[in-house]
């Protein structure tokens, strides 16, 4: 099994930035790409970011400029920096493995965190 747990949402005031973590666990084999989605509240889940194994980047045209996706390989470790913040981008943040293999197990699967809250107000 594969565990993402998010850290870093909260409250930020319009203009501020955040850095939002996505530790992974499990016995990973291989993976496709890691990814950060975000839903607001009446809205459909939306890619903001992803990032493929072999290094490449994508970004929502919202987003773009604004918010870095990165990793750690060694801690498998999945970040995003948002910088510039504002009141469209408050939502919750879920981070996403997809493509994942794991050891023992042939399939690939998707996986999901629990999500993080991140609101920009002031």
């Known amino acids: 099994q594969v565990q993402l747990v998010e850290f870093g949402g909260g409250l930020v005031q319009p203009g501020g930035s955040l850095r939002l973590s996505c530790a992974a666990s499990?016995?990973?084999?291989?993976?496709?790409?890691m990814n950060w989605y975000r839903q607001a509240p009446g809205k459909q889940r939306e890619l903001v970011a992803s990032?493929?194994?072999?290094?490449?980047?994508n970004y929502a045209d919202s987003v773009k400029g604004r918010f870095t996706i990165s990793r750690d390989n060694a801690k498998i470790t999945l970040y995003l920096q948002m910088n510039s913040l504002n009141a469209e981008d408050t939502a919750v943040y879920y981070c996403?493995?997809?493509?994942?293999?794991?050891?023992?197990?042939?399939?690939?699967?998707?996986?999901w965190g629990q999500g993080t809250q991140v609101t920009v107000s002031s």
């Open positions: 990032l493929t194994s072999d290094g490449r980047t």
């Open positions: 996403n493995a997809a493509g994942v293999v794991v050891a023992g197990f042939p399939a690939e699967y998707d996986y």
């Open positions: 499990g016995s990973i084999v291989s993976y496709y790409a």
